[in-house]
């Protein structure tokens, strides 16, 4: 069985997503939330959304890739939101495998060759 | 005309006289770094700053208990930082109890979890290994996670945990292998003690330690040890932190025991047991004493190993190369440029001979060595000078000379020492120990009494001892010491 993507939105919908797949390698990816559109408030994210994208083929089999919008500009700058305080996030977008301590953070994001080794190295 | 010609002749007879063996085909790398800890990544990292081809290749072989861990060597998994972090955890325990005379209330008594604590410094060590990789992927150094040895001139077999072997050839090599704990060599000391090497990733609480031996290791385990509650008893063979100020050593002696913790001197080990399954379970050392013919028992949860280590150098196929080490020691010996005998084979950190075995010390070598090859520097390695600190409850920061060594080099009557004691005023009011912290500077009289040596007792002694060792860099003489005025009210000032 390949991998497969869960697309969520919000603090408490990632959190239950990731305890429903719990024992599987679960990698995630946070960005902000688009607009009509489609385009998100953080250009860093649409900038390294196609650059994640291309690398998924990459994901150990079993694998669940969790898409997150975190939610608007002035939730994600209010320094109390969820995701900082209980994720650690620091920015979007945030490439992360969960539960270790393994993440790229922003511009990191947008090296295929860093994201490859997130996804296919221990 | 006639000289180029016989130049071309023999090119290979030029290249040699560079430091260069030569081959018919191009090296895989520039440059194979054997070992991944503070001096081989910072080697690797600067050598990528000039587009050279690296590779590192770092491997863990594992403890004896089966204890591994990832990129970065000893001080960043199973040394200085693990070690600081727990240090800091029995020092927050000593400012919790400390805090109740400053007005802090609180009516629970407070108590110390292992798991939570072990927890915490094993993932932010998780987070530094990682990023290693990722400065390493992200400055295009090959990173492999394998054993490499040395099998001909120029080339290496690395072998990872599969059992899978990769050859690869490099123009120069960097060894930068470290160290590993020594165990005692007596019935049971393999199956059931630990080192330090398995202590900070213990997956349950030691509860009553022994800890053998007298290095800055075995104080600085047995030190946070006792800060987080646990019963602990040092068993030395002679003297303690051998190398060191032997006066600073014995106030620090002094204090642990006045602090909590237990001392047996002058025993070794000559027996492990195991007496009772479990984690911890309990075991049962034997041990005879170095002057007679005492046998003592007792009985412990765990049994912590601080002997000493060993350089990784035995098993990596140096007599391949013909790269001389030091028999007995298993050291490296290397000239001012971390040269080894052999022209394209160099060595820094923890496995050189006669150096000192500090991360920073591996760091500077590693990039100074690889600027010389690759960019064209001349300034070698300054070894002289460097300051440390020893984080054992009273911490004890040190540069330059001990008191023994001074007399030795100057003559007694040549030098002059000044030293008092201090009460930091933060121990004033929870009424703590008021004539333990101590410093001393020792003057060389014949030199406008320069500054040859600067001992610190008490908090904070890295931070404080840090400038001074700049001071003492330029030249610090007792005068100009003197002429400066103190920052107040700080430990410091003295």
Same mark, same amino acid.
């Given at each position: ?122 | ?274 007496? *009772?399954? %479990?984690?911890? #379970?309990?075991?049962?050392? &034997? @041990?005879?004493?170095?002057? /007679?013919? +005492?046998? $003592? !028992? ?96 009273? *911490?004890? %920061?040190?540069? #330059?000379?001990?008191?023994? &060594? @001074?007399?030795?080099?100057? /003559?007694? +009557?040549? $030098? !002059? ?78």
């Amino acid at each position: 069985m390949g991998w497969e993507e869960m697309q969520v939105r919000g603090y408490l919908e990632f959190v239950r997503t990731a305890q429903r797949y719990h024992g599987r390698p679960i990698f995630a990816l946070f960005c902000g939330d688009k607009d009509a559109e489609g385009r998100s408030w953080c250009p860093d994210c649409v900038t390294a959304e196609p650059i994640v994208r291309k690398e998924l083929h990459n994901l150990p089999d079993e694998s669940v890739f969790i898409y997150c919008l975190v939610g608007d500009r002035a939730y994600w700058k209010d320094p109390n939101n969820e995701f900082r305080k209980n994720l650690k996030l620091t920015g979007v977008p945030t490439l992360l495998k969960y539960g270790t301590p393994q993440k790229l953070v922003e511009e990191e994001c947008f090296k295929a060759e860093l994201v490859r080794m997130l996804f296919t190295e221990d | 005309s006639v000289q180029a010609h016989k130049e071309e002749d023999n090119p290979e007879k030029t290249m040699e006289m560079n430091g260069l063996t030569p081959v018919q085909d191009s090296y895989d790398y520039d440059l194979i770094v054997i070992g991944g800890g503070s001096g081989g990544l910072a080697a690797a990292k600067e050598a990528a700053k000039y587009e050279k081809k690296v590779m590192v290749l770092d491997f863990v072989t594992p403890t004896p208990q089966g204890s591994s861990w990832g990129l970065g060597g000893t001080c960043v998994n199973v040394g200085c930082i693990p070690k600081k972090l727990m240090h800091q955890a029995a020092l927050l325990g000593q400012a919790l109890q400390d805090s109740r005379k400053f007005g802090w209330q609180f009516t629970e008594e407070v108590e110390h979890n292992w798991m939570t604590m072990t927890e915490s410094v094993q993932n932010y060590i998780g987070s530094l290994n990682w990023g290693y990789r990722v400065a390493l992927r992200d400055t295009k150094v090959t990173y492999e996670n394998a054993y490499g040895e040395f099998v001909g001139p120029h080339t290496i077999k690395a072998t990872n945990k599969k059992g899978v072997e990769k050859l690869y050839t490099a123009e120069r090599f960097i060894i930068a292998t470290g160290e590993r704990p020594r165990y005692l060599g007596v019935p049971g000391d393999k199956e059931h003690c630990i080192s330090s090497d398995d202590l900070f990733s213990l997956p349950y609480c030691p509860g009553k330690t022994l800890v053998v031996g007298a290095s800055y290791v075995a104080l600085e385990c047995a030190g946070f040890l006792a800060g987080l509650g646990l019963d602990v008893t040092v068993m030395v063979r002679s003297i303690l932190l051998r190398g060191f100020d032997q006066d600073m050593a014995n106030k620090i002696g002094e204090y642990m025991k006045e602090h909590g913790v237990n001392f047996i001197r002058e025993f070794v080990p000559i027996k492990v047991e195991r007496v *009772e399954e %479990g984690t911890p #379970g309990i075991l049962k050392v &034997t @041990a005879k004493s170095t002057t /007679g013919n +005492e046998i $003592i !028992e007792g009985e412990y949860n765990t049994v912590l190993l601080a002997i000493g280590r060993d350089p990784c150098t035995r098993k990596i196929g140096l007599d391949k190369v013909g790269v001389n080490i030091n028999e007995k020691t298993g050291k490296i010996p290397v000239n001012d440029e971390e040269q080894t005998n052999v022209p394209y084979i160099y060595a820094i950190g923890d496995i050189l001979q006669d150096k000192l075995e500090l991360t920073p010390v591996a760091i500077q070598a590693g990039r100074l060595l690889v600027r010389r090859l690759y960019a064209g520097a001349t300034t070698k390695c300054d070894y002289v000078n460097v300051p440390t600190t020893v984080f054992t409850p009273l *911490e004890y %920061g040190a540069c #330059g000379y001990s008191e023994e &060594t @001074a007399v030795e080099k100057f /003559g007694e +009557e040549n $030098i !002059e020492v000044y030293h008092s004691h201090f009460w930091p005023l933060e121990w004033t009011v929870p009424s703590r120990d008021n004539n333990k912290c101590y410093a001393k500077i020792i003057c060389n009289i014949q030199d406008n009494e320069r500054v040859v040596g600067f001992h610190v007792l008490g908090p904070n002694a890295g931070e404080v001892t840090q400038g001074f060792a700049a001071a003492i860099k330029c030249g610090l003489t007792k005068e100009q010491l003197d002429g400066t005025v103190g920052i107040h009210p700080v430990c410091a000032e003295v």
